[in-house]
Antibody, heavy 121, light 106 residues
């Protein structure tokens, strides 16, 4: 059974660095074809992809946030970490991590329940 | 790549047929998935590759594609189907989303 759970602070001050951790089970991030990505949803707005990590440690970032984001993995701990620098109130959102595996005609896509983060002084 | 999803909300009754559409701003080669989300819960994958039903998902859900237009259909709406549905293209990163469609009880 694949599960993912986001953890981190739910309240951060403007200009601070936000660090979120995705702890997962039921799959290995070393398996070819596996990805973990971070997504957010501001209140009342659409979902937005933030950063993507491939099984081979290749990474992709949202162009609009690229300079502020870092995604890393700790395979031994089954964790993927997202760091966002210099946060602003507009970064207030629910943050999700998601697992995706695609191989041939097989496809799997699981999300965590999300963690609400408020940026406020 | 922009995804335009419509409608943003709809009211329907149990037993109704419901159709939600998602239009991509460019060719995504059919790499579109549909999710269902209920409040406080993780999104659940319904359809992948435009029209393939995820294992365990009821057959009343179906997806189709016509070029850059994609459709999610619920053939006979059930009480547990009242939720928000959204599409996502996974052809090129950043993987983008539709705005979501909230299906409410009439």
């Amino acid at each position: 059974q694949i599960t993912l759970k986001e953890s981190g602070p739910t309240l951060v001050k403007p200009t601070q660095t936000l660090t979120l951790t995705c702890t997962f089970s039921g799959f290995s991030l070393s398996t070819s074809g596996v990805t973990v990505d971070w997504i957010r949803q501001p209140p009342g707005k659409a979902l937005e992809s933030l950063a993507l990590l491939y099984w081979d440690d290749d990474k992709r970032y949202s162009p609009s946030l690229k300079n502020r984001l870092t995604i890393t993995k700790d395979t031994s701990k089954n964790q993927v970490v997202l760091t966002m620098t210099n946060v602003d109130p507009v970064d207030t959102a629910t943050y999700y991590c998601a697992y995706r595996y695609a191989s041939g005609t097989y496809y799997s896509d699981f999300w965590g329940q999300g963690i609400p983060v408020t940026v406020s002084s | 790549i922009q995804l335009t999803q419509s409608p943003s909300s709809l009211s329907a009754s149990v037993g109704d047929r419901v159709t939600i559409t998602c239009r991509a701003s460019q060719d995504i080669s059919g790499y579109l998935v549909w999710f269902q989300q209920k409040p406080g819960k993780a999104p659940k994958l319904l359809i992948y590759a435009s029209s393939i039903l995820q294992s365990g998902v009821p057959s009343r859900f179906s997806g189709s594609r016509s070029g850059t237009d994609f459709t999610l259909t619920i053939s006979t709406l059930q009480p547990e189907d009242f939720a928000t549905y959204f599409c996502r293209q996974v052809n090129s990163y950043p993987w983008t989303f539709g705005q979501g469609t909230k299906v409410e009880i009439k």
